[in-house]
């Protein structure tokens, strides 16, 4: 990305690496970055590593302040529509498996409690008798 940046004369700001991806809002460092006003172009590798709904809203805005979105590899399919599609399909199913992830860290969680319990249930009778 540095050599893109290089190539089409961006003076580099600011790298921000960030675990996690255009599905989650909740991101503390592209937050900060929208708020930079110093940052007058975002480079990104795709767009859906900015976000996967919305990115028309977040370009149009940073257009009005005079910045601007520069993705490396715009689009996959080269139809918005089809992006869009996937995007909300990509979307939906990282809910889906995010909650049916999460049931199932509670049960392996809740199992191990209860084995706990169990043998030191067990340790208790051995001692008292």
């Known amino acids: 990305m540095r050599d893109y940046a290089a190539a089409r004369g961006y003076q580099v700001v600011a790298e921000v690496p960030e675990i996690g991806s255009g599905l989650n809002d909740k991101r503390p460092k592209f937050k900060k970055l929208l708020a930079n006003a ?4 975002l480079v990104v590798e795709h767009r ?11 370009t149009t805005l940073l257009e009005l302040e005079g910045r601007r979105v520069d993705a490396i ?11 869009d599609l996937v995007a909300a399909i ?5 809910h889906i498996y995010g909650r049916r992830n999460t049931k199932r860290r509670a049960a392996q969680i809740q199992a191990c409690v209860q084995q706990c319990l169990e043998r030191a249930a067990e ?7």
């Open 38 to 41: 110093r940052i007058g172009v």
């Open 123 to 129: 340790a208790e009778e051995a001692d008292q008798a």
């Open 73 to 83: 590899y715009p689009s996959d399919s080269g139809d918005d529509l089809v992006d």
């Open 90 to 94: 990509t979307s939906l199913a990282a």
């Open 48 to 58: 859906n590593r900015l976000t996967y709904l919305g990115y028309g809203y977040i």
